[in-house]
């Protein structure tokens, strides 16, 4: 905990759920769109390039969308 306190400034440092409630659905969203992340039998890519570009994509896509954040 010390040096997380040590990297971050105490006006950046937030302590709460509510903080954590919309990062955990960014989470949980890019990993419901990128199963082949998730599981190896899911269009899994031996190539890291095409793990980045599915990423990137879904990312994208994601940036479009209208947030009710």
Same mark, same amino acid.
């Given at each position: 905990?010390?040096?997380?306190? /040590?990297?971050?400034?105490? @006006? ?11 990062? @955990? ?10 199963? /082949? ?8 890519? %031996? ?8 990423? %990137? ?13």
């Amino acid at each position: 905990m010390k040096a997380f306190k /040590g990297v971050f400034p105490p @006006e950046n440092h937030f302590i709460g759920k509510r903080f954590t409630k919309a990062i @955990e659905g960014v989470n949980i969203s890019l990993k419901n769109a990128c199963k /082949g992340l998730i599981r190896r039998t899911t269009a899994f890519s %031996k190539k890291l390039i095409n793990h980045w570009c599915a990423v %990137k994509l879904v990312m994208a896509a994601g940036n479009l969308k209208t947030s009710y954040i």
